[in-house]
């Protein structure tokens, strides 16, 4: 059993940035890939970015690319992200997820999964 926990949301200003943190306890946090997903208000949850085991390939969701960053650190067993750039359209709670598979972008793929932290972006 993985456990989750995020961190690191808040109240940002539009063009500013928030790194989030999802700290892993309770197994080998190597062995798996870590999703980060949102969930507005009134929508359904959605993919964010991914990365693997070893960090070595990430995956990210079209609006993201260039302003979002995923990263890990094993020691730490910790996986980031990176927000640069937040528009008000970002805001969301925010959640990460293991799976023992490879980078999945489907909320049904993942095992595990945090209690969320807010992120709101003000115009």
């Known amino acids: 059993q993985v456990q989750l926990v995020e961190s690191g949301g808040g109240l940002v200003q539009a063009g500013g940035s928030l790194r989030l943190s999802c700290a892993a306890s309770?197994?080998?946090?190597?062995?798996?890939?870590v999703g980060w997903f949102r969930q507005a208000p009134g929508k359904e949850r959605e993919f964010v970015a991914a990365i693997s085991w070893t960090g070595a390939v990430t995956h990210y969701e079209n609006s993201m690319k260039g302003r979002f960053t995923i990263s890990r650190d094993n020691a730490k067993n910790t996986v980031y992200l990176q927000m640069n750039s937040l528009k008000p359209e970002d805001t969301a709670v925010y959640y990460c997820?293991?799976?023992?598979?490879?980078?999945?972008?489907?909320?049904?793929?993942?095992?595990?999964w945090g209690q969320g932290t807010q992120v709101t972006v003000s115009s």
């Open positions: 997820a293991a799976t023992k598979t490879f980078i999945e972008i489907e909320v049904s793929k993942y095992d595990y």
């Open positions: 309770g197994g080998t946090f190597s062995n798996y890939a």
